[in-house]
């Protein structure tokens, strides 16, 4: 009985609209980024670095935001937008592969701050880190997402979903898509686990 729970759990949504997989892991960051937000607000007398915390989120971070997420946009919905928008969408495209860009240089930073085990570094590039994630989410979903719903024709919509099934139907991008939405599960969950 666990298994099918976990099955379900960990589903890479196949039978989904192509948007609505990839609104659905918008939420599941947004989910993080709020365990993220408080963390940073956690009183001052308990403002101790939690190691086990920051390397989770590392992991999350580079694993399925950037290796699974930002990598099938990348690949498949943004030149289908740009493609289908013209002018118009690939200077979309071109901001949104920017902001990709900067967020994988502030994963490098937290990540380099996580290393040196010093709260104050790692503070500063998590709020950075945070706001900059924030703000690409709700760009991405305004001007790429929801216009996307409006224009896919159907041929695109079975070819964005085909491609998407591709890219995670291997067994170690599926067993990566679990463990990362069990680590955001963790993230999300009580202080306790992170203790130390």
Do not use: Y
């Amino acid at each position: 009985m666990s298994h099918g729970s976990n099955s379900r759990r960990c589903d890479d949504g196949a039978g989904q609209h192509p948007l609505d997989q990839l609104l659905e892991e918008h939420s599941l960051q947004r989910a993080v980024l709020q365990a993220v937000e408080r963390e940073l607000q956690r009183p001052p007398e308990d403002r101790s670095l939690r190691s086990a915390f920051w390397c989770q989120l590392l992991e999350f971070l580079v694993n399925f935001v950037d290796r699974h997420h930002a990598d099938r946009e990348e690949k498949l919905l943004f030149p289908v937008f740009a493609a289908q928008q013209g002018t118009a969408g690939w200077i979309v495209v071109q901001r949104l592969r920017a902001a990709h860009e900067r967020f994988r240089a502030a994963c490098r930073r937290l990540a380099e701050a996580v290393e040196r085990r010093t709260l104050a570094p790692v503070q500063q590039a998590a709020w950075s880190l945070a706001t900059l994630w924030r703000a690409h989410l709700d760009d991405e979903e305004a001007a790429l997402l929801r216009p996307c719903r409006r224009l896919l024709e159907p041929q695109v919509e079975q070819l964005l979903r085909t491609g998407l099934a591709s890219l995670s139907s291997c067994d170690h991008a599926a067993a990566g898509h679990c463990r990362c939405r069990q680590l955001a599960h963790c993230l999300g969950s009580t202080d306790a686990e992170f203790a130390g």
